[in-house]
């Protein structure tokens, strides 16, 4: 086939049956009265017929089941999706479909599909989920293309600086360690395990609010977006029902959505005022407003409130659930590798010069080699975010023998080039010093390294994030001990948007020094 004509032929034969559509003598003598009826089943008949043509010309040769369910497809999948279930499609070929709700979807596993995808901006953009555009309003930057999202993702980019990235350090510390404290107290109340992973979503939303925006939320609002988030999370599904009627996931995202932006609108006004009131820059929004006031510096000079809050609504939505899967996996791991534990502490000690309640700057960051391989290799183990659906814009010829049909959703999965052997090997094994040497064969393949995505759209926040998962574990290790109450469960993995421990990582703190 080539590549110009997408997917396969109809198929000549089948094991559909098609001979009940079209076999008269099932039917009974027609009255008058009921040839409505037998209209409405032959036209509802045509179109599932239709469909299962329409599903199986545009899957052509790709492995995929041979007819889809009709009208759902694969819905009750995508409802409970596991990493054996996907682990299965990615096995079945490096390009693979399905179908769900009548949105074709291809699938692509290996290293090279998935870049091409990835890097491809004028055959396909990302488009989060099927109701992303209904959660996150379909005016956000992130769902720009081409030049626009490139001019926007550039002063985006100053937020990110190092300059900036130093002013957000101070808030996550503190936090951080307002959050110990509270998990060393439940610890210390009771003989049973912490189950970790809501404590570490709750640690993770207050500290991005807090670098977000400041103190131009109020605690009230604080609580209510951590609140009201999760049903954010919950509605993120690859394909929801597709009406967003009263009760469903995506009613309820839209509801929390307009609650949290009310509190985000508030805040980009607010800090507009503090900053043209000379105040010191506390926060992102802070750090975007001195960018703007700042004569010397190009670009756009004016953001609505609006247009600010949906950026730091992207922030929140892409950092809120990754990060936590980040933390909590990152915690696992060193509770279940002493040895490694003990050579990150040995580091944190040195470079605080023996000081255990010293706090962590960018300089001090650079000189904990050890620690960042050991976050980089957390991150490549149970890397948060395993794949990330883009939309074709037009037909995309993404092999020489498969053409991807324009409209449908193509998804570049991340996770299988973590996990490749050629490059990582043992590559379910916790190995830090993997990283360790700049020509090791981990580092020798940077196209694999695929956590924070590839191309136009890799993610902005990826510096952001390994300082704050450094900042997180390198001061916990200081003031902490922590232990891991093993379950049969501890082991297996949970997908909610990204990946989770299924029994939520059990965990008991002791405290090794007083946390100040
Ligand atoms: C462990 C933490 C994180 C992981 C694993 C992660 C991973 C990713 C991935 C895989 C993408 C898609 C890249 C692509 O399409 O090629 C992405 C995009 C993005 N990420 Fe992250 N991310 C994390 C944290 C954050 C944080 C903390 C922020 C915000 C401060 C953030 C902001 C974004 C944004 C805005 C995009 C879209 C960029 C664009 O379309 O230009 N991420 N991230």
């Known amino acids: 086939m080539s590549i110009h004509s997408p997917s396969a032929s109809i198929p000549q034969s089948t094991d559909f049956p098609f001979q009940y559509f079209s076999s008269t003598n099932l039917l009974p003598k ?8 037998y209209t409405a089943l032959g036209i509802v008949a045509s179109l599932l017929v239709l469909e299962q043509v329409n599903y199986r ?15 759902i497809g694969k819905f009750a999948d995508s409802l409970h ?3 054996e279930g996907y682990q299965k499609q990615w096995d079945s070929g490096a390009l693979s479909a399905l179908s769900v709700f009548n949105i074709f979807i291809v699938i692509a596993s290996s290293n090279e599909y998935t870049r091409r995808i990835l890097n491809s901006p004028t ?25 626009a999202h490139v001019d926007y993702r550039r002063i985006l980019n100053t937020l990110f600086t190092r300059k900036a990235l130093s002013l957000y350090l101070s808030s996550q510390e503190n936090l951080s360690r307002e959050h110990f404290k509270k998990w060393l107290d439940m610890s210390a109340k009771t003989d049973k395990p912490v189950e970790f992973m809501m404590p570490a979503r709750d640690l993770n ?4 609010l807090r670098v977000f925006c400041g103190q131009h939320i109020p605690e009230e609002g604080v609580v209510e977006i951590s609140d009201k ?10 394909v929801n029902f597709p009406l967003a009627l009263p009760g469903t996931k995506v009613y309820n995202a839209v509801k929390a959505r307009k609650a949290a932006m009310k509190w985000l609108e508030s805040a980009a006004r607010l800090s507009k005022i503090a900053m043209r009131g000379g105040q010191e820059p506390t926060c992102l929004l802070d750090q975007w407003v001195m960018e703007l006031l700042d004569t010397e510096s190009k670009g756009r000079k004016d953001f ?9 609504l992207s922030f929140l939505f892409a950092s809120q659930d990754a990060m936590s899967s980040g ?30 309640n010293k706090h962590m700057t960018l300089d001090m960051l650079d000189n904990m080699p050890y620690l960042r391989a050991a976050i980089r290799e957390s991150l490549r183990l149970k890397p948060p975010v395993t794949m990330v659906p883009y939309k074709a814009l037009k037909p995309f010829p993404i092999a020489d023998d498969y053409v991807v049909p324009a409209g449908s959703m193509v998804i570049p999965s991340l996770y299988p080039s973590l996990q490749d052997p050629e490059v990582f090997p043992e590559p379910t094994k916790f190995l830090p010093e993997r990283w360790l040497d700049p020509k090791s064969l981990a580092w020798s393949k940077p196209q694999n390294f695929l956590v924070f995505g590839s191309g136009p759209h890799k993610c902005i926040g990826q510096e952001y994030t390994v300082m704050n998962m450094a900042c997180v574990i390198g001061t916990a290790c200081m003031l902490m001990d922590w232990e891991h109450v093993k379950t049969p469960d501890s082991f297996k993995v949970k997908m909610i948007l990204t990946l989770f421990p299924k029994d939520g990582l059990l965990l008991k703190f002791r405290s090794r020094v007083p946390v100040v």
């Open 30 to 37: 027609i009255s008058s009265s009921s040839t409505w009826l």
């Open 57 to 71: 010309y545009k899957k052509g040769h790709l492995p995929g089941p041979k007819w889809t369910i009709p009208i």
């Open 81 to 83: 999706p596991t990493l």
């Open 123 to 147: 055959y396909a953009e990302p488009c989060l989920v099927a109701a992303g555009k209904q959660i996150l309003c379909a005016d956000n930057w992130v769902f720009l293309a081409g030049k």
């Open 205 to 208: 939303m207050r500290t991005s």
């Open 229 to 238: 988030y999760w049903l954010i999370t919950l509605a993120m599904e690859l």
């Open 304 to 312: 609505s409130d609006r247009e600010m809050a949906l950026v730091v």
């Open 327 to 356: 933390l909590i996996y990152a915690f696992q791991h060193f509770a279940d590798h002493p040895d490694i534990l003990d050579k990150v502490r040995e580091e944190q000690l040195r470079v605080r010069g023996g000081d255990y």
